[in-house]
T-cell receptor
Framework: AQSVSQHNHHVILSEAASLELGCNYS??????LFWYVQYPGQHLQLLLK??????LVKGIKGFEAEFIKSKFSFNLRKPSVQWSDTAEYFC???????????FGKGTRLHILP | DVKVTQSSRYLVKRTGEKVFLECVQD?????MFWYRQDPGLGLRLIYF???????EKGDIPEGYSVSREKKERFSLILESASTNQTSMYLC??????????FGPGTRLTVT
């Protein structure tokens, strides 16, 4: 069965620190990859997505993610975090031509001002 | 902008009650989904629908049913609510195999 692993359940950083959240998936075929974010009290929203092409994907609010096919990974990065990045982040994957998305368990990111 | 709305933000029900959660999307999306979100467990798919009157079980369908009579509306039904169904329920919609758009969620408490 498909699975998505997020390595860190809870991350605490100070403002201006660099961020990398790990994500690995188990499917060996063609995949679409997503990172979603849920700010406190808000609905889940798309941060960035990879369908094909350049494996380095840029999203909103300065986030980027790199798809490394050989490692089955899609790690999320941001060079300098802000207090407003405090949120829960979910990595997700679906097989090409599958309507369903499999979500990871999420990483709670807490940024200290 | 895609808009997915859910009928209630907060709901409190008693054990054994029948509970209806409604979701409406305004972008003519084929697919609609119901998830529950619990701390440390992420999002788990309950049911999804790929067309009117069509549905497919997700990972945790037990104790739930769904209804999709119109393309824009997808209802989740708890036939007989139990305390272990206390959770945040999220509805989402998508166009075929693209990204999903989420509603604000309904926090259901069953006492």
């Amino acid at each position: 069965a498909q699975s998505v692993s997020q390595h860190n359940h809870h991350v605490i950083l100070s403002e201006a620190a660099s961020l990398e959240l790990g994500c690995n998936y188990s499917y060996g075929g063609t995949v679409n990859l997503f990172w979603y974010v849920q700010y406190p009290g808000q609905h889940l929203q798309l941060l960035l997505k990879y369908f094909s092409g350049d494996p380095l994907v840029k999203g909103i609010k300065g986030f980027e993610a790199e798809f490394i096919k050989s490692k089955f990974s899609f790690n999320l990065r941001k060079p300098s975090v802000q207090w407003s990045d405090t949120a829960e982040y979910f990595c997700a994957v679906n097989e090409n031509r599958d309507d369903k998305i499999i979500f990871g368990k999420g990483t709670r990111l807490h940024i200290l001002p | 902008d895609v808009k997915v709305t859910q009928s209630s933000r907060y709901l409190v029900k008693r054990t054994g009650e029948k509970v209806f959660l409604e979701c409406v999307q305004d972008m003519d999306h084929e697919n609609m989904f119901w998830y529950r979100q619990d701390p440390g467990l992420g999002l788990r798919l309950i049911y999804f629908s790929y067309d009117v009157k069509m549905k497919e079980k997700g990972d945790i369908p037990e104790g739930y049913s769904v209804s999709r009579e119109k393309k824009e509306r997808f209802s989740l039904i708890l036939e007989s609510a139990s305390t272990n169904q206390t959770s945040m329920y999220l509805c989402a919609s998508s166009l075929l195999t693209t990204e999903q758009y989420f509603g604000p969620g309904t926090r259901l408490t069953v006492t």
